[in-house]
């Protein structure tokens, strides 16, 4: 199990730059690095996922080095409807219970 | 709009009743997912079924009791309710078999009150 660390929570403002950081010392070879959002009582939202390097998407960037041991996601510009909790899942393919836990996550508060 | 849909959203029943929790998954998606969400103890995974077959339970307690029908649809039972049952339940759906680690839509969620 690759289990994973984040903080419990992080501050920022508008039009900042925010960066999460999620260590996963024990990460396998197989293992991928996922990042979901969850805004109150709704449903997780799947923002990116990879595997090594940088990953990006119209939301989002993923940066992970080449010992894999952390990645950082981060956000361009939040804005106040980016206050919500991330989290971070390092799973392999193929399923299992283990890549299917989501931890306590990141409680990212962004104020104007 | 994630094209889970679960019902109902909300279900208010007493202690000792069971109730069914319903999930109907993404066109196309084979694996549906239950988690349990309690203001206490987080997103709690308790199992997954890929078409039709049970892949892996997580905390789910011998009360509750899952399935996944021919059409794809599942439904999550849960008996003997206690107050601590009391939670957000969803489900999400996934193409594969893969978990988390594919991209899994989420339901919107049925909220359960048990007094």
């Known amino acids: 199990l690759a289990k994973t660390t984040q903080p419990v929570s992080m501050d920022s403002y508008e039009g900042q730059e925010v960066n999460i950081t999620c260590s996963h010392n024990?990460?396998?070879?197989?293992?991928?690095i996922t990042w979901y959002q969850q805004f109150p009582s709704q449903g997780p939202r799947f923002i990116i996922q990879?595997?090594?390097t940088k990953v990006t998407n119209e939301v989002a960037s993923l940066f992970i080095p080449a010992d894999r041991k952390s990645s950082t996601l981060s956000l361009p510009r939040v804005s106040l409807s980016d206050t919500a909790v991330y989290y971070c899942?390092?799973?392999?393919?193929?399923?299992?219970?283990?890549?299917?836990?989501f931890g306590k996550g990141t409680h990212l508060i962004i104020q104007p | 709009d994630s094209g889970v849909t679960q019902t109902p959203k909300h279900l208010i029943t007493a202690t000792g009743q069971r109730v069914t929790l319903r999930c109907s998954p993404r066109?196309?998606?084979?694996?549906v997912y239950w988690y349990q969400q309690s203001l206490d103890q987080g997103l709690q995974f308790l199992i997954h079924?890929?078409?039709?077959?049970?892949?892996a339970k997580g905390n789910i307690l011998e009360r509750f009791s899952a399935q996944q029908f021919p059409d794809l649809h599942s439904e999550l039972n849960l008996s003997s309710l206690e107050l601590g049952d009391s939670a957000l339940y969803f489900c999400?759906?996934?193409?594969?078999?893969?978990?988390?680690?594919?991209?899994?839509?989420f339901g919107q969620g049925t909220r359960l009150t048990v007094v």
């Open positions: 024990n990460i396998a070879t197989n293992d991928y």
């Open positions: 999400a759906s996934s193409v594969e078999a893969g978990g988390m680690n594919t991209e899994a839509f």
């Open positions: 079924y890929y078409n039709g077959e049970e892949r």
């Open positions: 990879g595997y090594k």
């Open positions: 066109s196309g998606d084979l694996s």
């Open positions: 899942l390092v799973a392999d393919s193929g399923g299992g219970a283990d890549g299917l836990t």
